[in-house]
C-alpha cells in the first residue's frame, strides 16, 4: 500500500509540473497577446487620428470645390450679360466675304510664241523686249 501512494504521489508530481509547465506556457503567451493588443490599440488610435484630419481636408476640398463651381456660374452669369449689353454688341457688323487674290497682268507688248514666216528661212519676231 506504501508502494501504491508511493506511485500516486510520483504521478500527481509530474501532472503537476506538466501543468506548471503548461500554466508558464500560457503566461508567455498572454504576454505576448498583451503586447499585440496594446500595438493594435496605438495602431488603431492613430488610424483614427489619421481619419480626422484626412475628413478635415475632404470637407475643405468639397468646400473649394464648392466656391469653384460659384465662380464658375457667377462667370458664365457675367458672360451672358456681356453678351446681351448693347454696348458690347457689334452693330452693323459684317464679316466680309473672303476673296481670293489676284493679280491682273498687263498684256504682252509681243507675241508669246515665235511666228515664222513660210517664206522665211530665219527665225523672226516682231518684237525684241529687253529688260
Known amino acids: 500500500m506504501y508502494y501504491l501512494a508511493e506511485n500516486e504521489m510520483e504521478k500527481i508530481k509530474q501532472e503537476n509540473e506538466a501543468v ?12 505576448l497577446l ?29 468646400q473649394d470645390i464648392e466656391k ?16 446681351k449689353d448693347a454696348k458690347w454688341q457689334f452693330v ?5 466675304a473672303i476673296k481670293r487674290n489676284s493679280v491682273v ?4 507688248f509681243c507675241p508669246t ?10 527665225k523672226s519676231t516682231s518684237c525684241n523686249i529687253s529688260a
Open 20 to 31: 506548471r509547465q503548461e500554466t508558464t506556457e500560457l503566461s508567455a503567451t498572454n504576454d
Open 34 to 62: 498583451r503586447e499585440q493588443a496594446d500595438g493594435l490599440i496605438e495602431n488603431r488610435e492613430k488610424l483614427m487620428s489619421d481619419n480626422k484630419a484626412l475628413e478635415q481636408r475632404q470637407k475643405k476640398l468639397q
Open 68 to 83: 469653384m463651381a460659384d465662380s464658375k456660374v457667377t462667370l458664365e452669369r457675367n458672360i451672358h450679360a456681356y453678351d
Open 92 to 96: 452693323g457688323f459684317i464679316r466680309p
Open 105 to 108: 497682268l498687263p498684256a504682252p
Open 113 to 122: 510664241r515665235p511666228y515664222t514666216s513660210p517664206l522665211e528661212t530665219e
